[in-house]
């Protein structure tokens, strides 16, 4: 079966990852930027990692041919102090021209805190300005809903963002009417502990249909699973979903959305 996995933080996984989501029939994975589990301690720190994101990390890839895509940004873990996050927001312009750059994230909120909301709209203002796609980091637990609220209305109320080139990440079963609504696209975390299982995706799925949906495994540093992706299709398969339906949720809908970027090309 052929996937794309369009949320993965390789830079955090060992090369038999590389090779287990290969060998499962991934076409591309893109990585968007990301918290290290540690606070950088200066934008040079940020530097180095879009330089690691844009340079090292498709080479790795490509060993296994496996194209790599990215997104830039610094995160919303990192945004409350809004000096530093200025400094490297000024850095990512002269990134956004890199053959596997796809735009901007995955920005958004972790505690809705009014610097989160101040870097926030810096990252779209540039995203805007330089005519980027947008990947959002939606809060956890009971921060979701009202940080989930705020974004969206924050790029609604922004006439320069088409939202049909917005993805609105980590939804759930609270959050998905709301993104897909806005018209907006709603992106599925399949974590092992938290966010969504496979089988909660499924039935959003059911209930909510399978336009403008993709799934993720957002395999990071944390308890993750870096082939979720090809398991829930697994699991589709024994609900009695269609090699079609499948297909459409793995494949063709991140196409779809990432193909906005005419740099994003499957292997
Ligand atoms: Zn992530």
Redesign the pocket.
């Given at each position: 079966m052929k996937y794309i996995e369009p949320?993965a933080?390789m830079v955090s996984r060992i090369t038999d990852d590389y090779m287990k989501i290969t060998m499962a029939g991934c076409q591309a994975v893109c990585e968007?930027a990301?918290w290290a589990g540690f606070d950088r301690s200066s934008a040079q720190g940020f530097y180095d990692y879009f330089c690691q994101l844009t340079e090292h990390e498709p080479k790795r890839a490509g060993k296994f041919g496996l194209p790599h895509f990215c997104w830039l940004c610094i995160n919303p873990k990192e945004a409350e102090d809004v000096k530093l996050a200025e400094e490297v927001i000024a850095l990512i312009p002269r990134f956004l021209n890199g053959p596997n750059v796809l735009g901007i994230g995955?920005i958004g909120l972790n505690k809705n805190s009014r610097n989160e909301l101040k870097v926030l709209e810096l990252h779209v203002d540039v995203a805007a300005r330089h005519d980027q796609l947008i990947l959002v980091?939606t809060p956890h637990l009971e921060d979701k809903l009202k940080g989930t609220r705020l974004i969206v209305d924050m790029l609604k109320n922004d006439k320069r963002i088409r939202p049909e080139r917005v993805i609105i990440d980590h939804v759930e079963e609270h959050t998905i009417k709301l993104v897909l609504d806005s018209g907006m696209w709603a992106g599925m975390t399949l974590y092992p502990e938290s966010k969504c299982t496979p089988a909660r995706a499924i039935d959003m799925v059911e209930v909510y249909g399978n336009e403008r949906v993709w799934m993720n495994s957002?395999c990071?540093w944390g308890i993750s699973d870096p082939l979720a992706v090809p398991r829930t299709a697994l699991a589709m398969k024994k609900r009695g979903h269609t090699v079609e339906a499948i297909e459409k949720l793995v494949l063709q809908n991140p196409s779809t959305f990432l193909s906005q970027c005419p740099k994003f090309k499957l292997g």
């Open positions: 949320h933080h968007p990301f995955e980091h957002a990071d």
